[in-house]
């Protein structure tokens, strides 16, 4: 059975203090890794797409790496707006659409 | 920017009562989702669209059902609500893209949806 883990469930950070996301995954065959940001309330927010890897993405202060077995969502000295619960998924089968989620991480940046 | 608009932020029915979910999207694609989303299990598909009239089950279509009549517009139906689909629903699209290609899926903002 496919699967998607997350860790922490939950991480609580002072502002400027980096760390990092954690999303393994067990699927049959890897077609593309998505991570998302969700505020309460809210949808899900796209932030990357990783393929192969060894592939790495960035924006702002955000950076996601891929491996064979895990993604990492880096996120070096984040600041209060960066708190939010950030979702990783898998798609799985080629040409199909559907996605696998974790359960998220609940990021909290105090200032 | 992809804008997919759901009818409806909280919604209050009662158990047995038909309830219908209306998602619109404005950036022509062809793929349609809905998903629902509790807490300690995370998005789960119910039911996607890959074009009008088309319709393919995901992991927990029953007690569902939906309509796509439109290019645009995916329905989420309820056929006699009961109070474990008391959730937060969600909508997204994406284009279908090349087949090799990983579009991602643009989400609405969501509805709450409390049967009592």
């Known amino acids: 059975e496919d699967q998607v883990t997350q860790s922490p469930e939950a991480l609580r950070l002072q502002e400027g203090e980096s760390s990092s996301l954690n999303c393994s995954y067990t699927v049959s065959g890897l077609r593309g890794l998505f991570w998302y940001r969700q505020d309460p309330g809210k949808g899900p927010e796209f932030l990357f797409t990783?393929?192969?890897a060894g592939e790495e993405k960035e924006k702002e202060r955000l950076k996601a790496t891929l491996t064979k077995k895990e993604s990492f969502l880096h996120i070096t000295a984040p600041k209060p707006e960066d708190s939010a619960t950030y979702l990783c998924a898998v798609k799985v089968h080629q040409g199909a659409q559907k996605l696998v989620f974790g359960q998220g991480t609940r990021l909290t940046i105090n200032p | 920017d992809v804008k997919v608009t759901q009818s409806s932020r909280y919604l209050v029915k009662r158990t047995g009562e038909k309830v219908f979910l209306e998602c619109v999207q404005d950036m022509d694609h062809e793929n349609m989702f809905w998903y629902r989303q509790d807490p300690g299990l995370g998005l789960r598909l119910i039911y996607f669209?890959?074009?009008?009239?088309?319709?393919e089950k995901g992991d927990i279509p029953e007690g569902y059902s939906v309509s796509r009549e439109k290019k645009e517009r995916f329905s989420l139906i309820l056929e006699s609500a009961s109070t474990n689909q008391t959730s937060m629903y969600l909508c997204?699209?994406?284009?279908?893209?090349?087949?090799?290609?990983?579009?991602?899926?643009?989400f609405g903002d969501g509805t709450r949806l409390s049967i009592l």
């Open positions: 997204a699209s994406s284009i279908r893209g090349l087949r090799y290609s990983n579009q991602p899926q643009h």
């Open positions: 990783l393929y192969s």
């Open positions: 669209s890959y074009d009008v009239k088309m319709k």
